[in-house]
T-cell receptor
Framework: TQLLEQSPQFLSIQEGENLTVYCNSSSVFSSLQWYRQEPGEGPVLLVTVVTGGEVKKLKRLTFQFGDARKDSSLHITAAQPGDTGLYLCAGGETSGSRLTFGEGTQLTVNP | DTEVTQTPKHLVMGMTNKKSLKCEQHMGHRAMYWYKQKAKKPPELMFVYSYEKLSINESVPSRFSPECPNSSLLNLHLHALQPEDSALYLC??????????????FGNGTRLTVT
């Protein structure tokens, strides 16, 4: 079983601050997906990274996949209250069809 | 609006009841999933249907019974549940069952309470 360690579990910051969320594993993943989930809703895909070393930007969000495809990070610049939610990383098995989810990071951005 | 529709949104049932959760998608996706999620925790995989056939059962108790009548519909039949089964039940679909090329599209879930 492949495991993904996500940190921090909880993060409460002020509007305008920057933050980084990490997902780490000793296993290699074929891909890494990041989702955001708001209360009362299902997770929504933010990005998929597939190539080692890949960097993708989505407005104020920057996603990076480690060179060895074992880790990933999500960096948010100038956080806003609308960024509040549960952020989940999910790694695709190199063989098989399972997604392994990290434990999630509950982000609260205070105005 | 999510493209995966789940009904009902909320369900309260007793431990002797039989109920069903329903999920529908019209995106032509060929893989469909049931996940269980407790508060502030990640989703836990329960079942995967690939091309309408059950391909993964994550050792889920038999009081949960999945059904895939066609490529657009997924049901979860519930019987003799326990209070610890109370959770958000999420349905998801993907174009194919291979994660690298097929991100999951989640519904908004059914909030289940077992009394």
């Amino acid at each position: 079983t492949q495991l993904l360690e996500q940190s921090p579990q909880f993060l409460s910051i002020q509007e305008g601050e920057n933050l980084t969320v990490y997902c780490n594993s000793s296993s290699v993943f074929s891909s890494l997906q990041w989702y955001r989930q708001e209360p009362g809703e299902g997770p929504v895909l933010l990005v998929t990274v597939v190539t080692g070393g890949e960097v993708k930007k989505l407005k104020r969000l920057t996603f990076q996949f480690g060179d060895a495809r074992k880790d990933s990070s999500l960096h948010i610049t100038a956080a806003q209250p609308g960024d509040t939610g549960l952020y989940l990383c999910a790694g695709g098995e190199t063989s098989g069809s399972r997604l392994t989810f990290g434990e999630g990071t509950q982000l609260t951005v205070n105005p | 609006d999510t493209e995966v529709t789940q009904t009902p949104k909320h369900l309260v049932m007793g431990m002797t009841n039989k109920k069903s959760l329903k999920c529908e998608q019209h995106m032509g996706h060929r893989a469909m999933y049931w996940y269980k999620q407790k508060a502030k925790k990640p989703p836990e995989l329960m079942f995967v249907y690939s091309y309408e056939k059950l391909s993964i059962n994550e050792s889920v108790p038999s009081r949960f019974s999945p059904e895939c009548p066609n490529s657009s519909l997924l049901n979860l039949h519930l019987h003799a549940l326990q209070p610890e089964d109370s959770a958000l039940y999420l349905c998801a679909s993907s174009l194919s069952p291979r994660p690298p090329n097929s991100p999951l599209h989640f519904g908004n879930g059914t909030r289940l309470t077992v009394t």
